[in-house]
């Protein structure tokens, strides 16, 4: 029977053995959930990368769109930050363009993740798209949390929870590992309100600071794009 196991930061990847296995990366605040709603809105592919001088090239070498973030707030000299709603408000067109995208943490996990079988994007927004593919693919799933610069986040891990929790229902060994255990533990704890629970954790504190906050409560919508699963082919999702 297939497993799911979770790494609560890109730091430890070199724990795990990659090949074989389905990673799912997950940055909740907010690269997964920007990217996830980017292709859901039209955006053609995105170029996940990890430096802004390769971002800044991608977008000159491709003519496409270009979208950065450090430290939360968007990186000067780009079309677009990585909020959600700069897929959604029509401040730029993204219809139809792919987009070049370099963010703190959820970038970097993924490009550190491509050692695996497949490399999939995970969000609550599209969390029943994964559970479909990892049904499909029946392999050992690892969900790669981004975290905050190498330390561990709680709303990477309450996703973990919640995707162990579906996996679960559909045959999947969701017991061999502490790591998801605890994730389970959390979710069980943030199911009847996650906005709520979520609260708590740093990243709200952090965007809420940076007048973010109803970047928060859209990236906790539960299965809003449900058929949108960003797949690593190539160079691309
Ligand atoms: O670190 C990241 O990849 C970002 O998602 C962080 S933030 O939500 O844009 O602050």
New binding site residues.
């Given amino acids: 029977m297939p497993q799911v196991d979770l790494c609560f930061s890109p730091e430890l990847l070199a724990l795990y053995h990659l090949p074989g296995k389905v990673v799912v990366v997950v940055?909740i605040?907010?690269?997964t959930s920007s990217i996830v709603t980017a292709l859901a809105n039209g955006v053609t592919h995105v170029f996940p990368v990890a430096e802004l001088a390769e971002c800044r090239a991608l977008g000159e070498q491709h003519g496409c769109l270009t979208a950065a973030?450090r430290d939360?707030r968007a990186a000067a000299g780009f079309d677009l930050g990585?909020s959600p709603f700069g897929y959604l408000d029509g401040v730029v067109e993204v219809k139809g363009r792919a987009v070049a995208i370099s963010?703190?943490?959820?970038?970097h996990a993924l490009r550190r993740s491509l050692a695996a079988d497949a490399v999939v994007v995970g969000a609550f927004l599209n969390l029943q798209a994964v559970v479909e593919f990892a049904e499909a693919q029946q392999k050992d799933v690892l969900v790669v949390c981004?975290g905050?610069k190498g330390q561990f986040c709680l709303e990477d891990t309450v996703f973990g929870g919640a995707l162990a929790a579906r996996l679960a229902a559909s045959g999947f060994d969701v017991t061999s590992s502490d790591a998801t255990l605890a994730a389970l533990h959390l979710w069980e704890r943030a199911e009847a309100d996650l906005p709520a629970y979520l609260l708590q954790s740093s990243?709200v504190r952090?965007?809420n600071s940076l007048e973010a906050n109803k970047d928060f409560v859209f990236c906790l919508q539960l299965d809003a794009y449900p058929h949108t699963l960003p797949l690593w082919r190539t160079d691309r999702l």
């Fill in positions: 940055d605040l907010r690269a973030e939360g990585n963010t703190t943490n959820g970038t981004a905050w990243h952090r965007l």
